[in-house]
């Protein structure tokens, strides 16, 4: 969770909502992300999906079975429905999201039995440091207006 912490000051650094994101194989990581949805205009650019795509592009498949992703804050609908997709195995993260939260603060998508993959969920690593640098670029952010 240290190294997502680095990712979502860096998101932090480009005036960003700080989250950050590294997915972890065989105890390496080999992919990471920040969330960049203000920098390159586009709605897709959270961290979870820049990270899945990384990962994907480095082991040359989509399926990402023995991966765990590790994430600042709880994934939203689109980041958790593309976990899901990706087969990856175990999702941890540090904040909840109580307004948009998919790994059980709102809806669990990542545990859903309908679905044809389950995500194993861990939830509140580092959730008060997470949380914090939330907090702190928000206030930032009021104070500014």
Known sequence: MKQAMKQAKKAYALAEVP??????????????????????KNTLAHAELTAIRKASK????????DCTLYVTLEPCPMCAGAIVQ???????????????????SVLNILDHAGFNHQVEVVSG????????????FFAELRGKR
């Open 19 to 40: 989250i950050g994101c590294v997915i972890v194989r065989e105890g390496k990581i080999i992919a990471r992300g920040y969330n960049r949805r203000n920098t390159d």
């Open 86 to 104: 990706s087969r990856i195995k175990r999702v941890v993260y540090g904040a909840a999201n109580p307004k948009a939260g998919c790994g059980g």
């Open 125 to 136: 690593v580092m959730a008060e440091e997470c949380g914090a640098l939330l907090s702190d």
């Open 58 to 65: 480095k082991t040359g498949d989509w399926r990402l079975e």
